[in-house]
């Protein structure tokens, strides 16, 4: 306690008033040691003054940090595993399961998701397309797909859709 405290319990003890104490995290205390000021400000506000350089640095450090590409490749791996399947469960009025169009559904979900059916480059099957979106997904925070809806190599998937990642804006 210091001397203005010890001051304060005296004359409290002396005319009968009750102090009250009044309780606070620790981290809210200020004192001379602290070296840490805090923002009023909401967490919208902070981020888009700062995403930019926040996107840039997370970049760097995927691409240049063996510990980033590690992180990176661990929650790939986590999340996308092998990758999405599709297992069809169409049902007959009677509430059996209808094999005919549950085959058919899979057959050309699997044939959709070759290289020169979901991806506008050709290049990637879809499981690397998942892979690489949930890559950006962990650099920059967001992600972007394009749908192109229309058809495309030999797939006969009802909508036709290439997937199309678009990188987040670096500015």
Request: hydrophobic share 35%; glycine share 8%.
């Amino acid at each position: 306690m210091n001397v203005l405290q010890k001051a304060a319990l005296w004359f409290a003890k002396r005319t009968g008033i009750v102090r009250t104490q009044t309780r606070q995290y620790k981290a809210a205390r200020p004192s001379r040691d602290s070296n840490f000021s805090t923002a009023t400000t909401s967490g919208d506000s902070e981020v888009r003054t700062s995403l930019t350089n926040l996107r840039g640095h997370s970049r760097a450090l995927a691409r240049d940090s063996a510990y980033g590409k590690r992180a990176k490749a661990i929650i790939v791996n986590n999340v996308i595993g092998v990758g999405m399947g599709l297992q069809g469960d169409i049902k007959t009025v009677r509430g059996t399961k209808a094999n005919s169009p549950n085959t058919q559904l899979e057959k050309a979900f699997k044939e959709w998701c070759k290289p020169g059916n979901c991806h506008t480059g050709g290049e990637l099957h879809f499981h690397d397309l998942e892979r690489q979106i949930m890559g950006q997904v962990f650099e920059t925070g967001e992600v972007f797909i394009r749908l192109h809806r229309r058809q495309f190599g030999s797939s006969e998937v009802p909508f036709d859709a290439r997937a199309d990642r678009i990188r987040a804006r670096a500015a």
